[in-house]
């Protein structure tokens, strides 16, 4: 998905595949490392859209890594880090306020 005020980092996967193809590849895994959950891009976009894709580029053997969902060491990692940045943000509320030029304020 190239969706978003943000650019995408490429090569995009659509233009990737056929180069693989074209170079002989013909066992491929994709890690989608920018999703932590199976969602509509997971399912939808990778699974099916790019799977198609791919194998009308000769890359007959298409896997595709899970997504790390509710891995529990993934969850105590994330909820370590949550902890983290609520003991020490690294700004205070009137940094943060000032930052954004937000007039009268009382706290």
């Known amino acids: 998905s190239r969706v978003g ?3 995408w980092l ?3 996967t ?3 595949l056929p180069s693989l193809g074209e170079q002989g590849v013909k066992n491929l895994v994709v890690v989608p490392i920018s999703f932590v959950s199976e969602h509509i891009e997971t399912l939808e976009e ?3 859209e790019y799977r198609e894709l791919a194998l009308e580029s000769g890359i007959t053997n298409w ?4 997504a790390l969902n509710t891995d529990p060491t993934f ?3 994330m909820a370590d880090m949550v902890a983290d940045a609520l003991s020490e943000p ?3 509320i009137t940094e943060a306020f000032v930052a954004k030029k937000v007039g009268n304020f009382g706290i």
């Open 75 to 77: 969850i105590d990692d």
């Open 10 to 12: 490429r090569p995009y």
């Open 46 to 48: 990778i699974d099916i």
């Open 5 to 7: 005020p943000v650019e």
């Open 14 to 16: 659509d233009d990737v």
């Open 63 to 66: 896997r595709r890594s899970p």
């Open 90 to 92: 690294s700004q205070t």
